[in-house]
């Protein structure tokens, strides 16, 4: 989560790279998995950028609509 202050600078999408990078190289992960908030679209263009793709939705812990997005092992070296 960005604060609205800090916005638009691309800090989110830095963090989610180093994040999706670090779990593929360093902790050996099979996929990445976004659970997003359904209508937060920034969320979505990050994740798109970052190679994942829309999984399906899904329902969160109190009832709201989650989007999931994946990225497989195979799917990251070949963008990386």
Same mark, same amino acid.
């Given at each position: 989560m960005v604060?609205? /202050? @800090? %916005?638009g600078r691309g800090l989110a999408t830095e963090g989610a790279l $180093? !994040? *999706?990078d670090e @779990?593929? /190289?360093c902790l050996g992960a099979? *996929?990445?998995?976004?659970?997003?908030?359904g209508d937060n679209? =920034? %969320?979505r263009r990050i994740a798109e950028r970052l190679g994942m793709r829309w999984h399906g939705e899904?329902? =969160?812990r109190f009832g709201e609509p !989650? $989007?999931?997005?994946?990225? /497989?092992r195979a =799917?990251?070296?070949e963008i990386v």
């Open positions: 604060c609205p /202050e @800090a %916005s $180093a !994040i *999706r @779990a593929f /190289e099979e *996929r990445v998995v976004a659970r997003l908030q679209t =920034g %969320s899904a329902v =969160g !989650i $989007a999931v997005y994946v990225l /497989e =799917g990251w070296s």
